[in-house]
T-cell receptor, first 115, second 113 residues
Framework: GAVVSQHPSWVICKSGTSVKIECRSL??????MFWYRQFPKQSLMLMAT?????????EQGVEKDKFLINHASLTLSTLTVTSAHPEDSSFYIC???????????FGPGTRLTVT | QKEVEQNSGPLSVPEGAIASLNCTYS??????FFWYRQYSGKSPELIMF????GDKEDGRFTAQLNKASQYVSLLIRDSQPSDSATYLC?????????????FGKGTLLTVNP
């Protein structure tokens, strides 16, 4: 149980374009999903928290107009990186939590490279 | 600002030995504590969570929590080469954010055959 998928697993895009990443909870309903970013040799940094049917809550320093999050259903959240730049190249990981919220289960991650 | 501190390592142990991983946290109000394992290039995998003071055992893994000392540890018995990974300590709760995880930078563990 508690399986979370992400798509795509890796993507290369050109600077200035937008990229959408999907996060799905496969065997449970995720009331809350989280989006993290991890740069090489660093730990995970929370970018935003999304709840189904409401606006995402962004962490300080994360541009909400650049990183668009939509949590359309209890099993799907999407992160769109708009007007991507090389400095946005990173490992993006989502996690999902059920009603208890205490345990987060992570997706396999999406490696984004912006050229 | 919440902080979670871990020794970055690398921690090197021989196969079959006990690996001991430590973590301290700054927010005394933290309520939930997690250990994740992350292989290179992969996302974190939840190993254990602990909420109460004391020990919690699951197979070869034992988590230990001491809230008074703001310290949490993970023991891995009979270490195997497949345990070689980065171990992330994470805490949540306290400060009004009951569910947000704050991660340490991780400890790199190498188990030598």
């Amino acid at each position: 149980g508690a399986v979370v998928s992400q798509h795509p697993s890796w993507v290369i895009c050109k600077s200035g374009t937008s990229v959408k990443i999907e996060c799905r909870s496969l065997d449970f309903q995720a009331t809350t999903m989280f989006w993290y970013r991890q740069f090489p040799k660093q730990s995970l940094m929370l970018m935003a928290t999304s709840n189904e049917g409401s606006k995402a809550t962004y962490e300080q320093g994360v541009e909400k107009d650049k990183f668009l999050i939509n949590h359309a259903s209890l099993t799907l959240s999407t992160l769109t990186v708009t007007s991507a730049h090389p400095e946005d190249s990173s490992f993006y990981i989502c996690s999902a939590a059920g009603l208890g919220l205490y345990e987060q289960y992570f997706g396999p991650g999406t490696r984004l490279t912006v050229t | 600002q919440k902080e979670v501190e871990q020794n970055s390592g690398p921690l090197s142990v021989p196969e079959g030995a006990i690996a001991s991983l430590n973590c301290t946290y700054s927010d005394r109000g933290s309520q939930s504590f997690f250990w994740y394992r992350q292989y290179s290039g992969k996302s974190p995998e939840l190993i254990m969570f602990i909420y109460s003071n004391g020990d919690k055992e699951d197979g070869r893994f034992t988590a230990q929590l001491n809230k008074a000392s703001q310290y949490v540890s993970l023991l891995i018995r009979d270490s195997q080469p497949s345990d070689s990974a980065t171990y992330l300590c994470a805490v949540s709760g306290g400060g009004g954010s009951n569910y947000k995880l704050t991660f340490g930078k991780g400890t790199l563990l190498t188990v030598n055959p």
